[in-house]
């Protein structure tokens, strides 16, 4: 059964840091690109990054170019995204993506005074 996992996400004050992780199994991980997409209340879900399977080469969303990283552990099946100078817009359930196994269930991070 293929299942992506997401964690790390909360609250945070605008300019503060989190750090979201994807775990992965049921598939090869290490043989397939990854994304991270997020959906605020209301809106389109939206890309944020993408990480090819090697992890030699990423794409991001004008909206979190320089603040936002998006890596990989093929050993450990885990993707990860850096999130640091948070804003309140990038308030959303933040989801994991895999062309193999689909979406995870999202893990919702929220950025407020």
């Known amino acids: 059964q293929m299942q992506l996992v997401e964690s790390g996400g909360g609250w945070v004050q605008p300019g503060g840091s989190l750090k979201l992780t994807c775990v992965a199994s049921?598939?090869?991980?290490?043989?397939?690109?990854m994304n991270w997409w997020r959906q605020a209340p209301g809106k389109k879900r939206e890309f944020v990054a993408a990480i090819t399977s090697d992890g030699g080469s990423t794409v991001y969303a004008d909206s979190v170019k320089g603040r936002f990283a998006i890596s990989r552990d093929n050993d450990n099946s885990t993707l990860y995204l850096q999130m640091n100078s948070l804003k309140p817009e990038d308030t959303a359930v933040y989801l994991c993506?895999?062309?193999?196994?689909?979406w995870g269930q999202g893990t919702q991070v929220t950025v407020s005074s």
């Open positions: 049921g598939f090869t991980f290490s043989s397939s690109a």
């Open positions: 993506n895999s062309p193999k196994a689909g």
